[in-house]
């Protein structure tokens, strides 16, 4: 693992991107740019806030109670889930939502987009202990650029000689102003599963609101979903590639005081998690010496 240090000699750039370390030892790369600031922490690559100069709020949310610990998930942001969603589907065991959010992650690249923008390309380091869970030889690369809009690219190529299925998620959690007041668009007619209590496949009729524990997945869609927040005067847009299915989750209150990292009492209103996924049905096959990519991007637009 890279010290801050080290990061800042080789991908540092002046006055957008350093490196420091968290008082959990953890690295956290901290952007700033004329467009936006951002910061990811190396372990899971996992970009924990993002806020567009134009927003007087942060868009991606990042609970006040969230915790960096080495090997622990952090509440809030964008966790990156791979190589499956959920549970794994036969070694129970097995971390919910993959390994991918709980390891470390090397920098690759950074750099400054002709916008302004900022670019980090960063690899998942595989080691013998992930190997027990994913066998498999591959490559697994998330490229972020921090800007007016925020765009991330999860790709995974095969580099070894068999095909092997993968399942993943960029699971966004965005700020919204309450959780009972916000609508999600972009979902009318699909069909999903419907988790809470058991897993029963149904259609969504008309757009999405909230009043109690919501955790669904969209099959089948590839379409851009819009939250539209009266209360914060403003819509975020998430538009996707490569991922056929969307995840519409709130824990709401009873879930969230047994999570303890919500931010009780209600922290957890101040949230929903529209994510990007590939789950159920949508599962991609990854043929060998083949690469499979899922590209999200997020804007927010005044009301
Ligand atoms: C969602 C799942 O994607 O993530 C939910 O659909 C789950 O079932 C939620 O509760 C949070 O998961 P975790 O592992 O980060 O607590």
Same mark, same amino acid.
């Given at each position: 693992?890279?010290?801050?240090?080290? /990061?800042?000699?080789?991908?540092?750039?002046?006055?957008?991107?350093?490196?420091?370390?968290?008082?959990?030892?953890?690295?956290?790369?901290?952007?700033?740019?004329? $467009?936006?600031?951002?910061?990811?922490?190396?372990?899971?690559?996992?970009?924990?806030?993002? $806020?567009?100069?134009? $927003?007087?709020?942060? !868009?991606?949310?990042?609970?006040?109670?969230?915790?960096?610990?080495?090997?622990?998930?952090?509440?809030?942001?964008?966790?990156?889930? =791979?190589? =499956?969603?959920?549970?794994?589907?036969?070694?129970?065991?097995?971390?919910?939502?993959?390994?991918?959010?709980?390891?470390?992650?090397?920098?690759?690249?950074?750099?400054?987009?002709?916008?302004?923008?900022?670019?980090?390309?960063?690899?998942?380091?595989?080691?013998?202990?992930?190997?027990?869970? =994913?066998?498999?030889?591959?490559?697994?690369?998330?490229?972020?650029?921090?800007? +007016?809009?925020?765009?991330?690219? /999860?790709?995974? +190529?095969?580099?070894?000689?068999?095909?092997?299925?993968?399942?993943?998620?960029?699971?966004?959690?965005?700020?919204?102003?309450?959780?009972?007041?916000?609508? !999600?668009?972009?979902?009318?007619?699909?069909?999903?599963?419907?988790?809470?209590?058991?897993?029963?496949?149904?259609?969504?009729? %008309?757009?999405?609101?909230?009043?109690?524990?919501?955790?669904?997945?969209?099959?089948?869609?590839?379409?851009?979903?819009?939250?539209?927040?009266? $209360?914060?005067?403003?819509?975020?847009?998430?538009?996707?590639?490569?991922? /056929?299915?969307?995840?519409?989750?709130?824990?709401?209150? *009873?879930?969230?005081?047994?999570?303890?990292?919500? %931010?009780?009492?209600?922290?957890?209103?101040?949230?929903?998690?529209? *994510?990007?996924?590939?789950?159920?049905?949508?599962?991609?096959? !990854?043929?060998?010496?083949?690469?499979?990519?899922?590209?999200? +991007?997020?804007?927010? +637009?005044? !009301?």
């Amino acid at each position: 693992m890279s010290t801050a240090q080290q /990061l800042n000699t080789r991908f540092g750039i002046d006055g957008h991107l350093s490196f420091a370390e968290d008082a959990g030892g953890l690295v956290v790369a901290k952007i700033s740019n004329a $467009q936006a600031t951002a910061s990811l922490c190396m372990q899971g690559a996992h970009l924990m806030t993002w $806020q567009p100069r134009s $927003q007087p709020l942060p !868009v991606v949310w990042l609970s006040r109670d969230a915790k960096l610990a080495a090997g622990k998930s952090i509440r809030g942001g964008a966790p990156v889930c =791979w190589p =499956w969603f959920g549970a794994h589907p036969s070694e129970p065991g097995f971390p919910g939502h993959g390994y991918a959010r709980t390891v470390q992650w090397r920098m690759v690249e950074s750099g400054k987009e002709p916008d302004g923008a900022t670019r980090l390309l960063l690899r998942l380091q595989q080691s013998e202990k992930t190997r027990v869970q =994913w066998p498999h030889d591959c490559t697994l690369e998330l490229t972020v650029i921090v800007g +007016e809009t925020l765009r991330m690219e /999860l790709s995974t +190529e095969n580099t070894g000689a068999g095909d092997f299925t993968i399942g993943e998620a960029l699971h966004t959690y965005f700020r919204i102003g309450d959780i009972g007041a916000v609508r !999600v668009t972009g979902l009318e007619n699909c069909d999903y599963w419907d988790k809470v209590g058991g897993s029963v496949l149904k259609r969504q009729s %008309g757009q999405i609101t909230f009043s109690g524990e919501t955790d669904r997945v969209y099959v089948n869609t590839a379409a851009e979903c819009v939250i539209e927040d009266d $209360q914060l005067g403003r819509r975020i847009h998430v538009a996707k590639s490569g991922s /056929l299915s969307t995840v519409v989750w709130t824990p709401w209150t *009873e879930k969230a005081a047994k999570m303890g990292d919500m %931010g009780q009492p209600d922290g957890w209103r101040e949230m929903v998690c529209i *994510e990007s996924v590939n789950a159920m049905e949508n599962v991609v096959k !990854v043929a060998a010496g083949t690469r499979h990519t899922m590209i999200v +991007e997020y804007r927010a +637009e005044p !009301v």
